[in-house]
């Protein structure tokens, strides 16, 4: 652990929530035996100090403090100027393994030099611990959304095929640094959500596949920081689907996508929310709507020397 020029770091966010940081640093620690590897945590912004509780717990960790929340994609872009591994794993701070599958990812990314990026199998960490990812379908062509395969599927054996991946799952990815210096940083601009599939869509446009391995299994306690149905989530989620259409799409596609996007999407979802009585909700889908058509939102490419921005 922490030799001078590690194979893989590992990078995760933590955001008020050290105790499941805690735990995905003991599962690495005492699970990763078959390569070497660091571990960067990025605080981002806490309401505690938590880099410096994680500083005086683990000494061998890499622990930095936000002095800003800059989102999942600027707490990430930190990590990675900080990372010395070739290849870089970001990995939700509310996961966990059981065991040690990393050399499995790495003998698929070095499989090919067309292989950019590589997703395990994640599970949920609890009980009955169905499966949450074993790849993505492709983005559909207007509304801009996915299925996820073998998504609240027993974990029977039907999902251990490898296989290309039009995009990487957030929660656990592992990267080539030379894919990332080509591709650039996260963008930061999407703060929370979508920013995955922004980046994943730049790997494919630069000629990189992506891959699903289930030799690699992750669990996954899934959206421990926002909440399933929280004003943060919806209106991230609304916002920033109308800012990738506008970043990836062209043509005719795109100008029909927002329009979608910002009518029949956006008050079917509002109307939803208020039949559920969620007036709260449903003014978030309307503000998001709004925002994603801001002129203001950044759209620049980050280079992995570039300094650390502001929050969007």
Not at 83 to 99: K, M, P, R, V, W
Not at 235 to 246: K, V
Request: neutral net charge; aromatic residues 10%; charged residues 20%.
């Amino acid at each position: 652990m922490n030799p001078a020029q590690p194979l893989i770091s590992f990078i995760t966010i933590c955001y008020n929530g050290l105790e499941d940081t805690c735990e995905l640093i003991e599962s690495l620690r005492n699970k990763i035996h078959s390569v070497s590897y660091e571990i960067i945590i990025v605080d981002n912004a806490s309401r505690e100090d938590e880099a410096a509780a994680i500083s005086s717990r683990y000494p061998f960790v890499t622990a930095i403090r936000n002095p800003v929340n800059n989102g999942f994609s600027g707490g990430n872009n930190v990590g990675i100027r900080h990372a010395q591994g070739s290849y870089l794993f970001f990995i939700n701070n509310d996961t966990f393994i059981e065991e040690d599958g990393i050399q499995a990812l790495v003998e698929r990314l070095e499989s090919s030099p067309q292989i950019g990026g590589v997703s395990p199998k994640l599970r949920f960490a609890f009980p009955p611990q169905h499966v949450q990812f074993a790849g993505f379908t492709p983005l559909s062509r207007f509304a801009l959304r996915n299925r996820t395969l073998g998504y609240d599927c027993v974990d029977d054996g039907s999902y251990d095929t490898a296989h290309p991946t039009p995009y990487l799952h957030g929660a656990a990815m592992l990267i080539k640094r030379r894919v990332i210096e080509e591709a650039g940083l996260m963008p930061e601009v999407f703060f929370l959500y979508y920013e995955e599939l922004d980046w994943c869509t730049s790997m494919t446009r630069a000629g990189y596949e992506l891959w699903y391995e289930p030799r690699c299994t992750v669990f996954h306690k899934e959206s421990r920081s926002t909440g399933q149905l929280s004003k943060t989530r919806t209106y991230y989620l609304t916002r920033n689907r109308l800012l990738y259409a506008r970043r990836n799409l062209r043509g005719t596609r795109r100008t029909v996508s927002l329009i979608y996007l910002s009518t029949i999407a956006a008050a079917k979802n509002a109307l939803s929310y208020l039949l559920q009585r969620r007036w709260d909700l449903a003014g978030e889908v309307c503000r998001a709507t709004k925002d994603g058509w801001s002129p203001t939102l950044r759209e620049e490419k980050l280079c992995v020397n570039s300094p650390n921005p502001s929050q969007p």
